[in-house]
């Protein structure tokens, strides 16, 4: 197996991903430009196809669901908090008194 083989198929299976598409040995074997045979024969490549198509799958399944829904939580009291902060900023900033002088 070659690291371009590889490549090309990590690169595929990550496409069909991205665009929401089921993540097959057929679709990654036309995507990728390897044979379906292949992919099956190689442990290595069959390994990335089965690992993509696992993401997929537990993506869709409740408890993928409920840890995507936990970072997005943790993503957005990380924000409220930076905003917080900045806020506090810009209000320690509006109520400084003005220079007069000029």
Do not use: I, N
């Not at 690169?11 to 995507?31: N, P, Y």
């Not at 506090?88 to 220079?99: G, I, K, M």
């Amino acid at each position: 197996m070659t690291d371009e083989q590889l490549k090309r198929v990590e690169r595929a299976c990550a496409e069909l991903v991205e665009s929401g598409e089921k993540v097959t040995f057929d679709a990654v074997a036309r995507r990728s430009r390897v044979g379906r045979a292949t992919l099956y024969r190689r442990p290595e490549l069959h390994a990335v196809v089965h690992e993509h198509r696992q993401r997929a799958l537990e993506a869709l399944t409740l408890s993928g669901l409920a840890a995507q829904v936990q970072q997005l939580r943790a993503g957005l009291e990380a924000m409220s908090t930076m905003l917080s902060h900045h806020e506090e900023s810009l209000r320690t900033l509006t109520h400084q008194p003005r220079d007069k002088t000029g």
